[in-house]
């Protein structure tokens, strides 16, 4: 292999991994009720902005320890929101 073609490799791999380095990084968002929600957010800055969920249920491991919660809100669609240290860490929407 010549010295471009290993060169053109390479920075192929760089642009790959800037790529998904970027979307590691990228933030989720959501409409509840017409109010914007993202990752990132307090668990307070939600309950202030769109009220309580619809249902809250604790996240466990296999010994029992809580590792978060999910919080689901029934609307047009179901917004289910995963807390983890009292922040918004995914959203997902059905």
């Known amino acids: 292999m010549c010295a471009h073609s290993r060169r053109a490799i390479a920075m192929i791999r760089f ?19 017409g109010t914007i929600v993202t990752t990132g957010m307090t668990s307070g800055e939600v309950l202030k902005r769109v009220g309580e969920p619809d249902a809250r249920e604790d996240v466990q491991n296999k010994y ?8 689901e809100y029934h609307g047009k669609r179901m917004v289910t929101l995963w807390v983890r240290f009292g922040k918004v860490e995914r959203i997902d929407e059905e």
């Not at 642009?15 to 009720?33: C, G, K, N, P, V």
């Not at 809580?66 to 919080?71: A, F, N």
């Open 15 to 33: 642009a790959l991994l800037m790529m998904f380095a970027s979307l590691a990084y990228a933030s989720e968002t959501t409409r509840i009720d």
């Open 64 to 71: 029992g320890a809580v590792l978060g919660q999910r919080w």
